[in-house]
């Protein structure tokens, strides 16, 4: 078995991704309270420990060396394709980076990163006015950000997944969904009725297929 070759161990590129996409998202979110700031640190942990296996160090590469090396003997499973591990696991009948699962990677970081601005957009109308964020993707869904937190590291997870970050994905996952939970608690605190008729015609994540009642009254944006 070799070592862990030239393809990893580039340490300013963990610096340069880590910064640019955790300051992607801080752009979007802009954080302001206890909530936002845990909400974004975990998305940002889970990006740093990505960044880390694709460059720094390849952990679950290591781990998984005896196993791989045995069920893929003519892989270099310490070379930079190797890492996209479902190209291995799948047969790599292309390059990795034209693969369905990179591909569809992309998407789901692209509709997380503009659900991210969106979202932001409208919320930080709605909370100058001291008003419901009703409007854009929040007529859809109540916690549109939340949700494209988890669709930007679930196309990473399609992209490059490591045991560390599918570890953290569940328990991030859990910890939107409490956040959601204690953020729904303060608004109808915080606007009681107007909270209530919002929160029982628009579902908390998922979004209906049909029915939506496009006459509704929202925030202008």
Same mark, same amino acid.
């Given at each position: 078995?070799?070592?862990?070759?030239?393809? $990893?161990?580039?340490?300013?590129?963990?610096?340069?991704?880590s910064v640019v996409f955790v300051g992607f998202a801080y752009?979007?979110?802009?954080?302001?309270?206890?909530?936002?700031?845990?909400?974004?640190?975990?998305?940002?942990?889970?990006?740093?420990?990505?960044?880390?296996?694709?460059?720094?160090?390849?952990?679950?590469?290591?781990?998984?060396?005896?196993? %791989?090396?045995?069920?893929?003997?003519?892989?270099?499973? $310490?070379?930079?394709?190797?890492?996209? %591990?479902?190209?291995?696991?799948?047969?790599?009948?292309?390059?990795?980076?034209?693969?369905?699962?990179? =591909?569809?990677?992309?998407?789901?970081?692209?509709?997380?990163?503009?659900?991210?601005?969106?979202?932001?957009?409208? %919320? $930080?109308?709605?909370?100058?006015?001291?008003?419901?964020?009703?409007?854009?993707?929040?007529?859809?869904?109540?916690?549109?950000?939340? =949700?494209?937190?988890?669709?930007?590291?679930?196309?990473?997870?399609?992209?490059?997944?490591?045991?560390?970050? %599918?570890?953290?994905?569940p328990v991030l996952v859990v910890m939107y969904v409490r956040?959601?939970?204690?953020?729904?608690?303060?608004?109808?605190?915080?606007?009681?009725?107007?909270?209530?008729? $919002?929160?029982?015609?628009t579902p908390r994540f998922i979004p209906k297929l049909s029915?939506?009642?496009?006459?509704?009254?929202?925030?202008?944006?």
């Open positions: 078995m070799t070592n862990v070759g030239n393809d $990893y161990g580039l340490w300013g590129m963990v610096l340069v991704n752009s979007f979110f802009k954080p302001t309270n206890l909530r936002d700031w845990r909400s974004f640190g975990a998305y940002s942990a889970f990006v740093v420990a990505l960044f880390a296996e694709m460059y720094g160090f390849p952990l679950t590469i290591y781990l998984l060396s005896g196993w %791989l090396g045995t069920k893929f003997p003519g892989v270099n499973i $310490y070379g930079h394709d190797a890492g996209h %591990l479902w190209w291995v696991l799948t047969g790599r009948q292309v390059d990795p980076h034209f693969g369905v699962l990179h =591909i569809l990677s992309f998407v789901f970081l692209f509709a997380g990163f503009t659900l991210l601005s969106n979202a932001w957009h409208v %919320l $930080y109308h709605a909370q100058r006015r001291h008003q419901l964020a009703k409007a854009g993707p929040y007529r859809r869904v109540r916690h549109p950000q939340y =949700i494209g937190f988890v669709a930007i590291m679930f196309g990473f997870l399609l992209q490059w997944p490591t045991l560390l970050t %599918l570890a953290m994905f956040l959601a939970i204690a953020e729904e608690r303060d608004s109808e605190m915080a606007f009681g009725q107007a909270w209530r008729d $919002y929160a029982s015609q029915g939506w009642n496009t006459d509704r009254p929202v925030n202008s944006h």
